[in-house]
């Protein structure tokens, strides 16, 4: 064996371990195993020349409860690693942060400067979404209007196409429709929403009427999994019985 095939071999081994601990704890946090996953992502940050360090500080964004905290982590993303892969998701985040403590100038700046970095993200969808709600909730209506009205026309089918239409006018009376007041049983909350949408999937097998919603709670966003739509709580708390017979838990909730 040359000796230059030796030294890459040597070199190539610490990466496969590497590899294997962040993956190792991206398996633990969609097991919702936090405190476990914590753990082997803050050893990884401390090897500053690891190639997935952006990634493992996204995730201890994702992991932290207080905003502050969540914060911190993301802006290491943004500014330390612009061009990693998790630098627009990174903006988002810290957006909808500003969004929950209601300071829509600084999500409005934040949401236009990931447009403009990350032009083909993957999350336009749901970026034009909080712009959209950006805008209104800082009195720019025209504006975030016409952001939720464009949102509508390139991505119809998005979720968040469908929670503009609770914000947009309708037939130009100039008011938002009225929301639908209903009752659901949830039956999961996940951190993460390939998770939740793999468990909506099951659920649609049975049968069920599912739909995932993102909620958004002291800066930490859940995929909650709500299965069915009634009227009325009682109604809810009788379906919520049929589901539990057939061995599946959940809380009767408010729709929104």
């Not at 476990?36 to 190639?51: G, Q, R």
Request: include cysteine; aromatic fraction near 12%.
């Amino acid at each position: 064996m040359s000796q230059y095939r030796i030294i890459f071999i040597a070199l190539l081994i610490p990466l496969c371990f590497l590899a294997q601990d962040i993956d190792e704890a991206i398996r633990l946090f969609n097991q919702s195993q936090f405190e476990k996953s914590y753990e082997i992502f803050i050893e990884l940050v401390k090897d500053e020349n690891d190639p997935r360090i952006a990634e493992a500080y996204y995730y201890l964004g994702r992991l932290s409860i207080k905003p502050d905290t969540a914060l911190y982590y993301y802006n290491k993303v943004v500014n330390s690693y612009p061009q990693s892969r998790f630098a627009d998701i990174a903006h988002l985040e810290i957006a909808k942060i500003n969004i929950a403590r209601k300071k829509y100038q600084n999500s409005i700046i934040t949401l236009n400067e990931l447009l403009r970095k990350y032009p083909d993200t993957a999350h336009e969808d749901e970026v034009l979404f909080w712009l959209g709600v950006s805008y209104v909730s800082n009195g720019m209506e025209d504006q975030g209007i016409a952001m939720l009205k464009n949102l509508r026309q390139k991505y119809p089918q998005s979720m968040w196409s469908e929670r503009a239409l609770t914000i947009i006018p309708d037939n130009g009376s100039g008011t938002p429709p009225p929301a639908e007041e209903y009752y659901t049983v949830q039956v999961g909350s996940y951190r993460n929403k390939a998770n939740a949408d793999t468990y909506a999937a099951q659920l649609r097998q049975k049968g069920y009427d599912v739909q995932v919603v993102e909620a958004l709670v002291k800066g930490n966003t859940y995929f909650r999994v709500w299965v069915g739509k009634y009227p009325t709580i009682d109604e809810a708390k009788a379906f919520s019985l049929t589901l539990e017979s057939a061995g599946i838990k959940g809380n009767v909730v408010k729709g929104y």
